[in-house]
């Protein structure tokens, strides 16, 4: 009989087992692809999900003492060889402007931003209007605010007269009940106030619980009112909000475009002093800095600080002037190259500037 011939059997794969005959090569294939597709489908849809986060990045720095920005008419002004720089902060996200997916992502990985809640930075239930508009009003009181305190600096000693009017009452103060809006501050303590300072030198002699005397005008009459004071261990407060109207004995404006909010004060302020004095403060150096400023000459603190630290940095600022208060977010948070200077005060910014422009800032109070 002839030997039964077998046909050669392969032999097995290393790799495992491989396809049956017949069965479709591709399938496994399509599958991975198809899959593959479709998560990449939903990755891209994420990334452009709305989110209820905004971020804040470094924005755009404004030398005050540029020729156009602070403009002055009535009194002689100076020109400087130096820079002071306000710092802003650049928001995306916000009402009306929502964040994506993405954007947060982007923001989480940069050093130089900020990813915050959105209630962290606005106000809850505001619209994009009405965030445009307090921003814009906040501008305006700032600049009122900083050239008041600017002109009665012992740099200039100008006097601002004011009426002083009231504008409400703080809810469980002495005040409430006692004062009407509309009704004019015009005496404190037997003494007559015609200028804001005035009434804040009066109180800085007052501790709290003090009753003190206040004359006031409301409408035709005249009288006098008693309000025991409230407040902290550092001043003495009436509870009163005052709507002051200025008399400006110079006329200083501002002009600004696309930049809201108070924490431009401080260095308004600055710039108007420099403008207005002989002395070349600055001296050739580039200071930056930020920080709101009371008509009294109050540094406050503002937010964002250290994302106006790294805008500081970008246009070559060496000195930066921050607010007392907002140290314990400028430690750990100074770029390489950036000196920054404690201020409480208007009088202590002005006093940094002098002496960053003589070659002495190195002995400066910073932030520890």
């Known amino acids: 009989m002839r030997d039964r011939q077998h046909a050669p059997q392969p032999e097995p794969s290393p790799f495992g087992d491989e396809p049956a005959a017949g069965e479709p090569i591709a399938r496994r294939t399509v599958t991975l692809g198809v899959s593959l597709l479709a998560t990449a489908a939903l990755a891209a849809v994420a990334l452009v999900v709305p989110t209820p986060y ?75 209007e009405q965030q445009q508009e307090a921003s814009q009003a906040e501008m305006v009181s700032s600049q009122e605010s900083a050239t008041v305190a600017a002109l009665t600096h012992p740099a200039l000693g100008y006097d601002v007269p004011a009426v002083l009017d009231v504008a409400g009452t703080e809810p469980g103060s002495g005040a409430e009940g006692k004062l009407n809006d509309g009704d004019v501050i015009t005496g404190f303590q037997g003494a007559p106030v015609g200028t804001y ?124 002037l921050a607010p007392a208060d907002n140290c314990p977010q400028v430690v750990g948070n100074v770029p390489d190259g950036l000196n920054v200077v404690r201020v409480a005060t208007l009088a202590e910014a002005y006093d940094a500037v002098e002496q960053i422009g003589r070659g002495e800032g190195d002995d400066l109070p910073t932030c520890s």
Do not use: C, H
Request: net charge negative; hydrophobic share 35%.
């Open 197 to 320: 300072s005035d009434l804040i030198d009066g109180l800085a002699e007052t501790s709290p619980g003090d009753v003190v005397t206040l004359g006031v005008q409301r409408g035709k009459r005249t009288m006098e009112v008693d309000i025991t004071t409230t407040g902290n261990e550092e001043r003495a407060v009436l509870g009163v909000f005052i709507d002051p109207q200025y008399d400006f004995p110079v006329d200083v404006s501002i002009e600004i475009e696309n930049i809201g909010g108070p924490s431009a004060g401080t260095m308004f302020a600055l710039g108007i002093i420099d403008k207005l004095t002989p002395e070349d403060e600055a001296n050739g150096q580039v200071i930056a800095g930020t920080g709101t400023m009371s008509p009294e000459g109050t540094v406050g603190p503002i937010g964002g600080i250290e994302q106006k630290l790294y805008g500081a940095v970008r246009d070559e600022a060496e000195w930066f």
């Open 54 to 128: 905004a971020m804040r990045s470094p924005g755009p720095t404004e030398d005050t003492l540029q020729r156009n920005l602070i403009q002055i008419d009535g009194a002689r002004t100076y020109e400087s060889t130096g820079e002071l720089r306000l710092t802003t902060v650049s928001v995306l996200g916000g009402p009306g402007y929502p964040m994506l997916s993405g954007q947060v992502i982007q923001g989480w990985l940069d050093p130089q931003r900020s990813v915050l809640p959105v209630e962290a930075i606005f106000p809850e239930a505001i619209t994009k």
